[in-house]
Nanobody, 115 residues
């Protein structure tokens, strides 16, 4: 069974940076597409970025140029570097692992951008 644990969330001022990490427990991490989603209060969960098994990446428009997703297959981990954060980036950030018809979720990490 797959378990995902996010870390690195917190409170940051506008313009600041955070790096989220997601630790994957299970087999064959390298076979999974990994993604980050976020959910703001009262809103739906939105895709932020994803990275394929081969390392190709895709980003939501709001993330392009500010966020970077990466993975380390040796450490079974995926990361989200977030720069130039704004209050609109506030929300719970979820790590997701996708393989075929199976999708797994972490418990989420709170990110709050406020002065």
């Amino acid at each position: 069974q797959v378990q995902l644990v996010e870390s690195g969330g917190g409170l940051v001022q506008p313009g600041g940076s955070l790096r989220l990490a997601c630790e994957f427990s299970g087999n064959m991490f390298f076979l999974y597409v990994m993604a980050w989603y976020r959910q703001a209060p009262g809103k739906e969960r939105d895709l932020v970025a994803l990275i394929t098994q081969g390392g190709s990446t895709d980003y939501a428009d709001f993330a392009k140029g500010r966020f970077t997703i990466s993975r380390d297959n040796a450490k079974n981990a995926v990361y989200l570097q977030m720069n130039n954060l704004t209050p609109e980036d506030t929300g719970v950030y979820y790590c997701s692992a996708i393989r075929d018809a199976d999708t797994y979720w972490g418990q989420g990490a709170q990110v709050t951008v406020s002065s």
